[in-house]
Nanobody
Framework: EVQLVESGGGLVQAGGSLRLSCAASGFTFDDYAVGWFRQAPGKEREGISFISSSDDSLYYADSVKGRFTISSDNAKNTVYLQMNSLKPEDTAVYYC???????????????????????WGKGTLVTVSS
């Protein structure tokens, strides 16, 4: 069974840092693009960062570029999202997702339109206080 499990969310003050983890089972990272969406209360889901080891591609949304860093440890089948300089507007539920049909760039570009083949985690809440 393909499964993604997120961890690392919590409460942090503005300007602080958190690291999210996404542990995968049932598939090999080499064959998938993996990354993060988030959804804030009352807002649409946003694709923020993705990585694919098959072509070494990365994607960052403009809203997180320069503050967030995605990385993967394929030996552990785990993807990380290091989040620095957090802002109150980063408050959201963060979801890990994987797709075997798209690379990282495509997952990011198509994030508002297409998520049909994505495998999803259940999410982890990040709250940034001002």
């Amino acid at each position: 069974e393909v499964q993604l499990v997120e961890s690392g969310g919590g409460l942090v003050q503005a300007g602080g840092s958190l690291r999210l983890s996404c542990a995968a089972s049932g598939f090999t990272f080499d064959d998938y693009a993996v990354g993060w969406f988030r959804q804030a209360p009352g807002k649409e889901r946003e694709g923020i960062s993705f990585i694919s080891s098959s072509d070494d591609s990365l994607y960052y949304a403009d809203s997180v570029k320069g503050r967030f860093t995605i990385s993967s440890d394929n030996a552990k089948n785990t993807v990380y999202l290091q989040m620095n300089s957090l802002k109150p507007e980063d408050t959201a539920v963060y979801y890990c997702a994987a797709d075997s049909h798209l690379n990282a760039q495509a997952m990011g570009v198509f994030a508002p339109f297409y998520t049909g083949n994505h495998v999803w985690g259940k999410g982890t809440l990040v709250t940034v206080s001002s």
